[in-house]
């Protein structure tokens, strides 16, 4: 990091001369200063040299610091790709904990034998699913600088001559120039199509060759351990909402999600052209010298037959290169519309057929790698790339299907029938075969766009195949009727029908989304009710009786606050789960989890911990949003330390729930019993704040950055459904955003201390707590988020948006309320881990915590001053812009500091 400051300083310097560099370091060095001896009249000293800066310089100073952080994180990935490269050096036996090595290894020592590990493979599933939202802080032009950046210190790390050096610094200065003179902000929110494009570049530099590299390590770290070669299947995929969101964002339609799966395959055809090509420069074998399999040499020459001489390959000896050069024909031709290959099962029939041909005449035990990569990347992302998840609220399909069945006179009023009427006229509906929508009828646009939706996908399938969408997901599912409804919508699209003969189409999944409290406590008897209903029991049948269930991470804090909605969340999928036993059903539960700690956010191998083991055999599926796209998959490296973590945690968590079966372990009920009364306590505390107090809504909006985060231009989505100001509308993401951005992050650990404290209290037995945590994944993931959550809030910061609240006394009340529970949650926390300090469990997090510190708390006091001035101003004069300019760049900056925005 020194490094990279260094320069940044030369580049500072050159821009704006001594006098700007003496400013940024002498605030640089009161901040550190306050930090170490906690002087208060250092800390005014600061606050000083702050608010007496003026333009232009005071924008030069705050993007000194945001870029401070920016680097630091550059810095930060190199130093844990460094740290992955020496364990992995050949003078060291110490595998890397979480690694693959690491899981395979925990197997043999509790001796799962290879028979269990064949089942666990089989069962072994998990998507991640990348969301727009809350997209990135930073715009792709800076991501690109940084990861620039990054491979160049990767390769400082491997040059050898002085020279090589020399060359490699000075290109690193040259980008740190580079992004220094580029704009930090996006002067237009992003389009839909941008976001996807965003989303393809993941795909394009990092997943594609990842996701294949995964799976043959796996493979071959198991066979050098247990002597055998197991299958693994393609276990790892990732999936989109980008594109196929439309819950509040008028600006996806049927129209841009046919766009989005164009943008995904060409691209996804693109790849498998280079790859090819690759694969046709290697396998230059000779019929002369090998002899390839009679089904390889008879396709040949068949599929030559159709081609125009110039189109095939020239040199007739070399049998592979001729038959890619027709496989590479056959992908052209589906661009064009001239037949080709019709499914990417054809393709891999293809790839199969020269990886048998080749094993004839190649040593046994080293496969080619590339072809055992190509076969890979076309085993997971077919011809669609990645699964398009379709989403949308269930008080859409409500008002679509009442316009509907008014139009066919099967009820007038629709939407205010009893839950049981709406059912009956449901199931009658999905009885019928006949249609209830006429291509001649019109309707309202709401209920057009609705009713395109559906028959957009069912012509998705027909064109990309039903990987492309294979899931329809229902926000704010409360009840029965809510799911059916969108049952009749896909029956009406031709995507479910039940023939005369009895026999049943059903081209989707579809899952509710259980949200609130309210939602997880009655999201169990819901789902049960639809299992009883012969109709929908007959749906998942032909889904290979499997329901998908999103849980909702963001509102559900929101509603009920972080401890009590994590274990909300726990519960119902231990419910769901063994209710869905009872039936013969497999649960496959998707965790809407944010990138943030308040909206379920934290490392990706804590996540799947912090489950029910027994949820983890029937698939997992995570939400990845906004700056954890940047942070896990900008890098390879990275990408793949976070991949492998997630792969070796399943592994090891499925084979030991397997073991504790056979061995008839139970969970602990005394356990289940304290995590009762501490969210039930967490709660009542948690909403007699957020809820009950009149003055805590104003407190929110006026102690926060609320209202300026809507002009970040970082999504293409409203900040509240409806465009509503009521907080029951008011997204997850900019309620979690603007806590964040105030260091006082409310939402990741507010109660949590009240809850914890009051069970001591009632029982005094602090002593099960810390057992908790030593042994229970669940408890111990929630109580180190809290630790994560506790030191990122710095509530000496965060007093000072205080003084952004028009009234004094509302401010010191609620301020007051809020510090109280934060030195009681950060007490417990600290009993319970049986730690002196937060976050001792891992020192590099928390130095990197304390060193990102004196560069973070100049943008928030910046930020204080500026919103205070921005909001005295009534009109929207160029003075006000230039206010709002430097109060994004603050966002910006705290944003990267804290590695978070919502």
Known sequence: MDFLAGLLDKVILFEGGEDLLNIITNIR???????????????????????????????????????????????????????????????TYQVQPGSLEDGIETLQKEHVPADMVAEMLDTLSLELI????????????????????????????????????????????????????????????PTVSNEVENGLYYFDNVLFDVLPRIHEDLEDYLYETYGQRFKVPPYLHFGSWIG????????????????????QRELVLNKYKKSLRMLRELLSHSSKKVNASPALLASVENEEKGMRVSDTWPTKDEIYRRKLTIMLHKLECIEHHKGGYQTAEELLADLYMIRNSISQHHPDGHPIKL??????????????????????????????????????????DYKNLPEEEKVQVLLKALNDPRPMISIYDTFTPETQEVINTFRMIKRAHQTFGERSIQVYLISMAHSVSDVLEVLVLAKEAGLYRVYPNGEILSEIHIAPLLETIEDLRNGPKMLETLFRLPVYRNHLKVRNNLQEVMLGYSDGSKDGGTLTANWQLYKAQKEIHEMGAKYGIKLKFFHGRGGSLGRGGGPLYSSLLSQPPVTLGDGVKITEQGEV????????????????????????AIAKQKLNEKKGKAPNEEAVRAMDKISEYALEKYQALVFNDPDFLAYFKEATPLNELGK????????????????????????????????????????????????????????????????????????????????????????????????????????????????????MVLKVAGQKELLDYTPNIKESVRLRNPYVDPLNLFQVYLISHLRERENNDEKAEDLLTEVLLTINGIAAGLRNTG
């Open 29 to 91: 060095s009161l901040a550190q200063k306050a930090r170490e001896t906690g002087d208060q009249s250092i800390y005014l000293q600061l606050k000083n040299e702050i608010t007496t800066l003026k333009p232009p310089q005071r924008q030069e100073v705050i993007r000194a610091f945001s870029t401070y952080l920016q680097l630091f994180n550059i810095a930060e990935q190199n130093f844990r790709i460094k740290r992955r490269r020496e364990y992995q050096s050949e003078d």
């Open 130 to 189: 990348i969301t727009a939202h809350p997209t990135e802080a930073a715009r792709r032009t800076i991501l690109k600088i940084h990861k620039r950046i990054a491979d160049l210190l990767k390769a400082l790390e491997f040059a050898s001559t002085r020279y090589e050096k020399k060359v490699i610094e000075e290109t690193i200065f040259n980008e740190i120039t580079i992004l220094w003179q580029s704009a930090e902000i996006r002067e237009k929110k």
């Open 244 to 263: 196929g969101d439309r819950d509040g964002n008028p600006n996806v339609t049927a129209d841009v999600t046919w766009k989005t799966l164009e943008m």
């Open 371 to 412: 072809l055992r990569k190509v076969i890979r990347q076309v085993e997971l992302f077919g011809f669609h790339l990645a699964s398009l998840d379709i989403r949308n609220h269930s008080g859409e399909h409500e008002a679509a299907l009442a316009e509907v069945l008014y139009n066919v006179n099967i009820a007038a």
């Open 629 to 652: 796209l940047s942070s896990r998959y900008l890098l390879r490296d990275i990408a793949y330390r976070s991949l492998e973590q997630a792969t070796s945690t399943m592994m090891v």
């Open 712 to 827: 970040l231009n970082i999504g293409s989505r409203p900040m509240s459904r409806k465009g509503s100001a009521r907080f029951e509308d008011l997204r997850a993401i900019p309620w979690v955003f603007a806590w964040t951005q105030s260091r006082q992050l409310l939402p990741a650990w507010y109660a949590a201390g009240t809850g914890l404290s009051k069970y001591v209290e009632e029982t005094g037995n602090l002593r099960l707590l810390q057992q908790m945590y030593e042994s229970w994944p669940f408890f111990k993931a929630t109580i180190n988020n809290l630790q994560m959550a506790l030191i990122k809030a710095e509530l000496l910061t965060a007093e000072e948006y205080t003084r952004l609240v028009k009234d004094p006394a509302v401010a010191n009340r609620i301020f007051g309320l809020i510090k109280e529970e934060y030195e009681l949650t950060k007490e």
